[in-house]
């Protein structure tokens, strides 16, 4: 994950993309919320403003 001035985190998405991280690049507060999806698919996770 980058924002002006470098590189804030690096790693595999799952573990990069957080509520912590996605706050810390943006400098607001940011939620991210995980929606269950159909059978056999993965869980589907939003990130939406706090």
């Not at 990069?16 to 269950?36: C, F």
């Not at 698919?41 to 939003?46: F, G, I, M, S, V």
């Amino acid at each position: 994950m980058m924002k002006p001035g470098g590189v804030i985190v690096t790693g595999l998405a799952s573990e990069v993309i957080t509520a912590v991280e996605l706050t810390a690049t943006y400098g607001i507060d940011i939620a991210v919320v995980s929606v269950p999806r159909h059978a056999g698919a993965e869980e589907l996770k939003l990130c939406s403003p706090w």
